[in-house]
């Protein structure tokens, strides 16, 4: 995500835990390839011991920022605020299965339709296309 600031997952739910985090995970590797790292806070879901065997199995190095520390992972927290802001707070959701798809248009908006200077004033979807490009040129 970094690379390119997309939005991979965004994952309403009533609760999150290790093992549905790393099914998320095991799903975007399906179609994006395996991440050297994933750099995270340090919140239950990410510490569970099914995260940590799930690292031993795949040999991706998960980074924990410390704790208190949220620099340390300043564009999520970026992308957190901007989430909150301009979704979380934007919108009353009426039920679960609302809350899944206001959040998914958002995620393709933020996506598609959002330039980001980091990126060249690309969207995330812009960038991503000319990396392939780019790669599919070499």
Known sequence: MALSRECLALVPDTSLSGARLTREQDEIIQTRGMPNRIVSDNGTEMTSPVV??????????????????????????????????????????????DA??????????YNQNWPNSSLGNLTPDQFVANMTLQKQAA
């Open 100 to 109: 899944r798809s206001e959040i998914t248009k958002w995620k393709e908006g």
């Open 52 to 97: 940590l065997t799930w690292c031993q199995k795949t040999e991706v190095d998960w980074h924990y920022i410390a704790p208190g520390k949220p620099t340390q992972n300043a564009f999520i927290e970026s992308f957190n605020g901007r989430f909150r802001d301009e979704c979380l707070n934007e919108t009353l959701f009426s039920s679960l299965a």
